[in-house]
């Protein structure tokens, strides 16, 4: 009788402490535990204690809410499963060694507002639907190894505020939808192989303030719509083929504190840009 009632006892004891999370988002936790290599994580979970006790981890009215794994030492692939969290705001495993492709149902993952996946060694093609993550506010997915060309669909990404994709093998043209991301604060392309203009619809991003291209294969006059982002900090765009003097674009900057051309670049007055045939 005593042994009963210590197993019931036990029973309710779970029920509570898992704080009422779902079987399928506790098992896609699992999963990803196990995908990368949870054991030797420098923070462990351990999976016979409550869910509220796993560390890294946020619940809200029994739902997952955050993931927090970075600086963790997780290895492997990052799981398919990961979209079984569907109330996730937040997933930043940055600074970790993950690597392959990014599952395809990430995208499904509607509700995330932050995904920080920086500084690991993805590779891969960036998915071409991710402007179904309509909510996302932070994409921060630099030093990596991901390639091909950044998809026309991240225009769709209308509240994103930072979009960060330095250090990558991104290859083509700065899609012309990228003007849609009228909140965008932070836009860094630095250090990949992108070509092509600088396009002028880029001076309808009047929220930016940090803006840094160098280290790339972009040509061409730079705008002179670049004049009308009066909020710009940050301008860096050295290492790239552009033509001209603009030493003025810096006087017309009311707010800009870091400012890099090539010293070619730095005298003489603003040009406009040369529209090349065929952008879009």
């Known amino acids: 009788m005593k042994t009963l009632k210590l197993t019931l006892l036990c029973c309710l004891l779970s029920v509570f402490t898992y704080a009422n999370v779902s079987q399928s988002q506790k098992d896609a936790l699992v999963v990803l535990y196990n995908t990368t290599n949870g054991d030797s994580w420098n923070t462990s979970w351990d999976l016979d204690q409550p869910i509220t ?68 060694n993805f590779s891969g093609a960036i998915p071409t639907d991710i402007g179904r993550m309509e909510n996302l506010k932070t994409l921060e997915l630099y030093n990596n190894s991901f390639f091909g060309e950044i998809p026309s669909s991240i225009g769709n990404l209308t509240k994103l505020e930072s979009l960060i994709l330095s250090s990558n093998q991104l290859i083509g043209k700065l899609p012309a939808s990228i003007s849609n991301l009228k909140s965008l604060k932070v836009l860094s392309l630095f250090d990949n192989s992108l070509l092509g203009t600088i396009p002028s619809a880029i001076g309808e991003l009047t929220q930016l303030e940090e803006l840094v291209l160098s280290n790339n294969a972009f040509y061409g006059n730079l705008p002179g719509e670049l004049a009308q982002l009066s909020n710009l900090k940050t301008l860096l765009l050295s290492n790239n083929d552009f033509k001209g003097n603009y030493a003025a674009l810096k006087d017309k900057l009311p707010n800009i504190v870091d400012f890099d051309l090539d010293e070619v670049n730095m005298k003489g007055a603003l040009a406009t840009l040369d529209s090349e045939e065929g952008d879009d």
């Open 53 to 120: 006790e796993w560390y890294g981890v946020t619940i809200e009215n029994d739902e997952i809410v955050a993931i927090n794994l970075s600086f963790n030492n997780l290895t492997g692939n990052l799981p398919s499963e990961i979209s079984k969290l569907t109330s996730l705001r937040t997933l930043n495993l940055a600074f970790n060694k993950l690597e392959g492709k990014l599952p395809k149902t990430l995208t499904e993952m509607t509700s995330l507002e932050t995904l920080q996946l920086f500084s690991n």
